[in-house]
């Protein structure tokens, strides 16, 4: 599941940085596409934060 999510937070980085090099940061998919990322990396967060607590 780990590997799955962070391939997916990396092509919305790409398409992300794509989208910032061609648009401007307040466009739409742009705004949705950070949004998707944020809510993919708050989930890479608290899996990393959950394997951390259980280690101990």
Do not use: C, H, P
């Not at 307040?26 to 705004?31: G, I, L, P, T």
């Not at 596409?33 to 394997?51: H, P, R």
């Amino acid at each position: 599941m780990e590997k799955k999510l962070l391939k997916r937070i990396e092509v919305l980085r790409k398409k992300l940085n794509k989208f910032a090099m061609t648009r401007n940061l307040v466009d739409s998919e742009v705004v949705e596409v950070s949004q998707q990322l944020d809510g993919l990396l708050n989930q890479y967060q608290k899996i990393s934060s959950y394997k951390q607590l259980s280690f101990w």
